[in-house]
């Protein structure tokens, strides 16, 4: 572990090769089987809200219902999460031929919002924990091999990956020290 700024940073994510690669995996991450969607922080609900408007327009007849009929987001205190679909799309996920994509990214990507996405989406294959304080730590799944293997042919770690997360998360200073230890310790 990486101790930056009271924050500590499994090593994986600076010596793992990942870059996505949506031609393969399809998109797996935004339709994970299970009870659960996409965490969400309480202070993320609100930009989401506003921003539903114009995700909408990219989302099935069958996700707009269930937004209209149970809401984008359920949860209670510490803990939020997106609605799903059959145990299994994000509500907020769309189709392009068949990969899984954001409907909130590609309205924010189209410039008609502020919002990108929850940033535990952002993050990913990040996570992050609680020990009385944060930890990141790389969450390796199988449907991410792909990336693996793209990161291998590009030469990118996960921390070049999600960089703007990252930044988003916890500041640019924070990103340039981790970086400035990464480098050191090489």
């Known amino acids: 572990m990486i101790l930056i700024d009271k924050i ?12 996505c690669d949506l031609s393969k995996c399809k998109g797996a991450c935004c339709t994970f089987p299970g009870e659960y969607g996409a965490p969400v922080l309480e202070e993320e609900i609100k930009p989401m809200m506003d921003a539903l408007p114009y995700a909408l327009e990219y989302l099935s007849e069958k996700s707009r219902k269930i937004i209209e009929e ?91 990956t999600v960089k703007e997360a990252l930044i988003r998360s916890f500041g640019e200073a924070w990103y340039n020290n981790y970086v400035t230890k990464i480098n050191e310790e090489l």
Request: proline share 3%.
């Open 70 to 160: 149970q809401g984008f987001v359920t949860g209670t205190g510490d803990y939020y999460h997106t609605n799903c679909i059959n145990k299994r799309d994000c509500v907020f996920v769309y189709y392009h031929d068949d990969i899984a994509l954001c409907a909130l990214e590609k309205a924010y990507l189209e410039g008609k919002t502020k919002f990108i996405k929850p940033v535990s989406c952002h993050l990913f294959p990040i996570r992050v924990g609680s020990f009385g304080g944060k930890y990141l730590y790389y969450e390796k799944i199988k449907e991410c091999d792909p990336a693996l293997t793209n990161g291998k042919r590009t030469g990118e770690k996960i921390y070049h």
């Open 8 to 19: 500590l940073v499994d090593e994986k994510i600076s010596t793992t090769n990942f870059r």
